[in-house]
């Protein structure tokens, strides 16, 4: 049976007490607190940098951090979320003119590597790359902005990456990403997901605990065995 994981997005957070907000989300049972990195020219927005991460670390939060970087030349990022305290650094195929090269210099810098793909890219863009990644993470929004729809027909491409990771017999996490609550989860864990990163689905519940516990046995009624 696959393991489960849950990650918190912090970019639904409420900022002024990040910290107080990352302590009750790990509480509450989350696995990893997951950064949205947006640069204003891949995705068009803009939220945080390896700052922010490093001063949860010095603040004493010692909970596993994944960084999704949305930005253009993601190996520039990679060396300082290092020396920040991240633990693992996704990015997007088409950011960069060297896959390979990047997942490696994450690899070289201690972390778990990443590949994440948009709702419009298809899986052929990763299959080659896919021995070389920690996590694969399906984006089921278009990035961005928190708070959008999940997109209905991620659930094929879920099945489809699923399917992939089983055939080859890889020991990857497939992840996904936009959109997750406890009314949608169920489909997306049977479709094959095990990664979920949840941002407003969690923040903006009145009980995290309750509503992590929630997410628990919605994904246990609909995960394959």
């Not at 994981?5 to 409420?14: E, R, T, V």
């Not at 990352?22 to 607190?33: F, L, P, S, Y």
């Not at 803009?46 to 700052?51: A, E, I, N, P, T």
Request: glycine fraction near 8%; hydrophobic fraction near 45%; aromatic fraction near 8%.
């Amino acid at each position: 049976m696959r393991k489960i994981q849950i990650s918190a997005s912090i970019l639904a957070a409420d900022f002024s007490k990040l910290g107080e907000e990352i302590e009750a989300a790990m509480k509450a049972g989350v696995d990893w607190i997951h950064f949205d990195v947006m640069d204003h020219h891949f995705v068009p927005n803009l939220s945080f940098g390896s700052v922010v991460c490093k001063s949860l670390r010095k603040a004493g939060v010692t909970a596993p951090i994944d960084v999704h970087l949305m930005v253009e030349k993601p190996e520039q990022y990679i060396e300082s979320f290092a020396k920040a305290g991240a633990n693992l650094v996704t990015f997007h195929p088409e950011t960069t003119g060297d896959v390979l090269g990047c997942l490696h210099h994450i690899r070289s810098h201690g972390m778990q590597t990443g590949l994440a793909l948009n709702p419009d890219r298809p899986l052929a863009e990763i299959s080659k790359y896919l021995k070389s990644i920690d996590l694969l993470l399906l984006m089921s929004v278009f990035p961005g902005f928190a708070g959008q729809s999940f997109i209905e027909n991620s659930l094929e491409k879920i099945a489809q990456a699923r399917q992939l990771i089983d055939e080859k017999r890889l020991p990857i996490a497939l992840g996904i990403d936009g959109g997750i609550k406890n009314s949608n989860i169920s489909n997306v864990a049977a479709a094959g997901a095990d990664f979920f990163v949840i941002g407003s689905g969690l923040f903006h519940a009145q009980d995290y605990h309750q509503h992590i516990q929630d997410i628990r046995e919605k994904i246990s009624g609909g995960r394959a065995t």
